[in-house]
């Protein structure tokens, strides 16, 4: 989820059959925003999914025995407080994280917002400028650029 940005119910509820080839894909109805939503498989992810068992009859990428959805997810976050004694551990917390750098670094390294907008799975682009936090080298450097381009004009 950290890596991907993904929901915990997308991931919850993630098929090996939504993995196709180089891509996650999740078809309209398995998304909050009923639309077909495409998530890249970077090595990381890649490396995730290759410790988990494939072939099981759900066919669940995560081999987690399911009882009622609601319930069975509050028992997982329970479960993950107590073993790793982080009291206040929140599944939106990895999206959140994920989210944040899409938007706050990856933008500065020629990602554009409508991709990260599509790896989200936001149809408004409001819902992820929430990620981009105030950040004042990234605000000097925006103002710098903009100098550097009359310093140029000079020069010339």
Do not use: C
């Amino acid at each position: 989820l950290l890596y991907s940005g993904m929901r915990f119910s997308e991931g919850l509820n993630l098929r090996w059959s939504n993995v196709q080839g180089d891509r996650i894909v999740l078809e309209r109805t398995e998304t909050k925003q009923r639309r077909e939503k495409v998530v890249p498989i970077t090595a990381g992810i890649k490396t995730v999914l290759g410790t988990l068992p494939k072939g099981r009859p759900e066919d669940f990428v995560f081999p987690i025995r399911r009882k009622g959805q609601r319930f069975y997810a509050q028992w997982v976050l329970k479960r993950i407080r107590k073993l790793f004694g982080v009291k206040d551990f929140e599944f939106h917390g990895l999206r959140h994280t994920a989210a944040t750098i899409m938007v706050s670094e990856a933008q500065g390294r020629g990602v554009g917002l409508a991709d990260i907008m599509k790896v989200l799975g936001h149809s408004r682009m409001e819902t992820t400028m929430r990620y981009l936090h105030e950040d004042e080298a990234r605000m000097r450097k925006a103002v710098e650029i903009v100098e550097e381009k009359f310093a140029d004009k000079k020069k010339g």
